[in-house]
């Protein structure tokens, strides 16, 4: 749980910066979303620390980032890097919060 949550933080904080690393900063909007939505998801992963279940609000917020980072470079037309960058890695967020919604010892209980 933690290091999923760890990871998601780390995504997030990749989401916040990326319009400098992209240099698509001169886009006002594009680098407004991107430093909210990032900076939103990061304080949602360290809230959800430790926490895992389908009642974690956290977790669910976070997979909506998650899809809104991959719908982000379709909307601003963002070059190949950052388009493939946001894809990738909103997949991943998505994928790493679901894992936490979801946990493993909470499906083989209810297996026993």
């Given at each position: 749980?933690?290091?999923?949550?760890v990871?998601?933080?780390c995504?997030?904080?990749?989401?916040?910066?990326s319009?400098?690393?992209?240099?698509?900063?001169h886009?006002?909007?594009?680098m407004?979303?991107?430093?909210?939505l990032?900076?939103?998801?990061?304080?949602?992963?360290m809230?959800?620390?430790?926490?895992?279940?389908?009642?974690?609000?956290?977790n669910?917020?976070?997979v909506c980032?998650?899809?809104?980072f991959?719908a982000v470079?379709?909307v601003?037309?963002?070059?190949?890097?950052?388009?493939?960058?946001?894809?990738?890695?909103g997949?991943?967020t998505m994928?790493?919060n679901?894992?936490?919604?979801?946990?493993?010892?909470?499906?083989?209980?209810e297996q026993?």
């Open positions: 749980m933690y290091l999923k949550n990871l998601s933080a995504l997030a904080l990749w989401f916040a910066v319009p400098w690393v992209f240099d698509f900063r886009e006002t909007n594009a407004l979303i991107c430093l909210v990032g900076s939103l998801q990061f304080v949602c992963s809230l959800a620390l430790g926490k895992s279940g389908k009642q974690v609000w956290q669910w917020v976070c980032f998650g899809a809104l991959i470079p379709n601003f037309e963002l070059q190949l890097k950052a388009f493939f960058s946001f894809v990738v890695l997949f991943l994928l790493l679901y894992a936490n919604l979801y946990p493993e010892s909470e499906s083989q209980s026993s």
